[in-house]
């Protein structure tokens, strides 16, 4: 829950941009940004803040090798304290408003749908568009999609992984894209199981049906809300069974990875927690010969889209709509996508490529066996992955249409706060539905 918390913080600052000039859709009206400073070599510089020592080692050769061969730009990075996100924020919206942001800024944390239907961000389709040698064609259009706001994309999503909770189909099932009912139905139908396969607790099971449900009952086109449903009643009822404290005490044992895969395997639980993450093409393979027992059931998550499984975008950055070295910005951020630079993700990070072609290089890549980067080798330890593996993992891909969206964690915030008021005995479920309807009604409302 810590995330959510300095999420929730990170959106609270958001709400105090006092950019008054600013309509929800006014691009015109964005504050100018001074001149391009220039270094002792008369290179343009290009200001890029990142979040707490978060760029990571290819990204960082990026940097240092864009610097020594542009003769035009240099890239220069401002760290700062992403324990502080509350700060940095009102920082960056300070900058705004005087017009001196950063022209690159790393987009973990930040309240980007804010930023960009205020105006504030450059739209990367319209670099994709305008750049003679690429076309959205060349990447997974629907990873793309699920990360656009307003029908633009403002972030430079160059990874992804995918999440969704995962079982043994002679238990729960085939069926993919699940209500919430459907989860709380099988698990009264299996009064006997776990839910999942390490400890949960209230708050636990709440966060597995709020992941992405809470988004079912907002409506962002209307700006309306209907948190005081019977469909919500039952979740927040269903949850409230579970124990209020998670229990650690199983770390104490250790064998507890192994514990929690051997009640996998003999059906003492629905789902599995430890392999909900796909993240390579040998991912399901490993979760069947290690935990399972036999090929996962892809349950996904309650109330998503598709096939319940949710795109968890990596590595995105945004670029400032009025920078005055924008053109310079994109000519740096392209390198992402570049061929060389999406397969050898591959070997560095556990992700996939959102590059077509890099995508189906890691497909062929995994036909060798697991990679160890660490030993420049690979392990067929699991076997090697077949064709039919592979399309496996393409199929969840293909299948996943939402994202994990950290754009409102306001209203996930109020959710959680007054859901643990009636988890703790303090409130009664139909008040505590009530609080939270007004509570986000309230919060669209201003927003909009």
């Not at 599995?272 to 059931?297: K, W």
């Not at 209203?411 to 005995?425: C, D, H, P, R």
Request: include cysteine.
């Amino acid at each position: 829950m810590k995330f959510r918390k300095i999420f929730a913080a990170a959106t609270a600052a958001a709400m105090c941009l006092t950019i008054s000039s600013c309509g929800g859709n006014g691009n015109e009206q964005v504050p100018e940004t001074a001149a391009a400073e220039t270094t002792a070599e008369g290179k343009k510089t290009i200001k890029m803040t990142v979040m707490g020592l978060s760029v990571d080692t290819n990204f960082q050769m990026s940097i240092n090798e864009f610097n020594s061969t542009s003769e035009e730009y240099e890239i220069e990075v401002t760290d700062r304290d992403a324990n502080d996100l509350a700060n940095v924020i009102n920082t960056l919206n300070l900058e705004i408003i005087a017009g001196n942001t950063p022209d690159i800024i790393q987009s973990t944390f930040l309240p980007i749908e804010s930023y960009a239907e205020k105006g504030l961000l450059a739209d990367y389709y319209d670099f994709i568009d305008n750049d003679p040698e690429m076309s959205r064609e060349d990447f997974l259009e629907n990873v793309f999609k699920a990360c656009e706001i307003n029908g633009g994309l403002y972030e430079n999503i160059t990874t992804f992984s995918i999440e969704a909770l995962m079982g043994k189909a002679s238990v729960v099932g085939e069926m993919q894209g699940r209500t919430s009912d459907d989860f709380i139905d099988l698990a009264e139908k299996y009064p006997d199981k776990k839910f999942r396969d390490l400890p949960v607790s209230k708050s636990v099971v709440f966060d597995d049906f709020m992941h992405y449900g809470w988004q079912s009952y907002v409506d962002k086109e209307t700006g309306k809300c209907n948190f005081n449903s019977e469909k919500f009643i039952r979740i927040l009822e269903f949850c409230y069974t579970f124990p209020k404290e998670y229990d650690y005490s199983y770390l104490n044992d250790p064998n507890w990875l192994r514990n929690a895969a051997d009640d996998m395997r003999n059906e003492k639980a629905l789902f599995t927690v430890l392999g909900r993450f796909v993240s390579d093409f040998y991912s399901l393979r490993q979760l069947e010969y290690n935990t399972l027992g036999e090929p996962p059931a892809i349950v996904g998550y309650p109330d998503a889209e598709g096939n319940g499984a949710l795109i968890q975008a990596n590595g995105s950055y945004v670029i400032f709509e009025k920078s005055p070295v924008k053109e310079g910005a994109w000519e740096f951020i392209r390198n992402c996508y570049s061929d060389e630079y999406q397969k050898n993700i591959i070997f560095h990070s556990s992700v996939f490529p959102v590059k077509k072609s890099a995508l189906e290089f890691a497909a062929e890549d995994a036909k060798k066996g697991f990679y160890l980067s660490y030993a420049d080798e690979y392990s067929d330890e699991f076997g090697i992955n077949t064709d039919e593996d592979n399309q496996r993992i393409l199929d969840l891909i293909n299948g996943a249409t939402c994202r994990v969206d950290n754009s409102e964690n306001f209203v996930y915030n109020i959710i959680q706060e007054e859901a643990e008021m009636y988890f703790s005995g303090q409130r009664p479920v139909k008040e505590t539905v009530e609080i939270i309807q007004n509570r986000v009604q309230n919060y669209l409302d201003e927003n909009r």
